[in-house]
């Protein structure tokens, strides 16, 4: 028994949309880059499902690296927030502004 394709695009799309809001409407920085995750993720999902449906592995090959890349973005973001916790005491957005001086 196969899951139409239709199911894993209308998924991946309420993956994104709740991405996309979080994104837009939080303020904290760990939050954002969560929701940059699971924004990556969703279209990750739709890859491997369009590849499956294809029978071509091509997809999800190139989603294994696309997941490598985010996990050394996450490495990265976490330690700018770090330092930015360090210096400001607050993982805030609105606060980047004090890290000019």
Known sequence: MKIPIDYY????????????????????????????????????????????????????VFVFFIMAVAAAEVAVGLAILVMMYRKTKSVDIDILNRLKG
């Open 9 to 60: 695009i209308w998924l991946s799309a309420v993956l994104f949309g709740i991405g996309v809001l979080g994104v837009l409407y939080r303020r904290n920085a760990i939050i954002i880059f969560a929701c940059i995750e699971l924004m990556l993720n969703a279209v990750n999902l739709l890859m491997v499902a369009f590849s499956s449906q294809l029978n071509d592995s091509r997809g999800q």
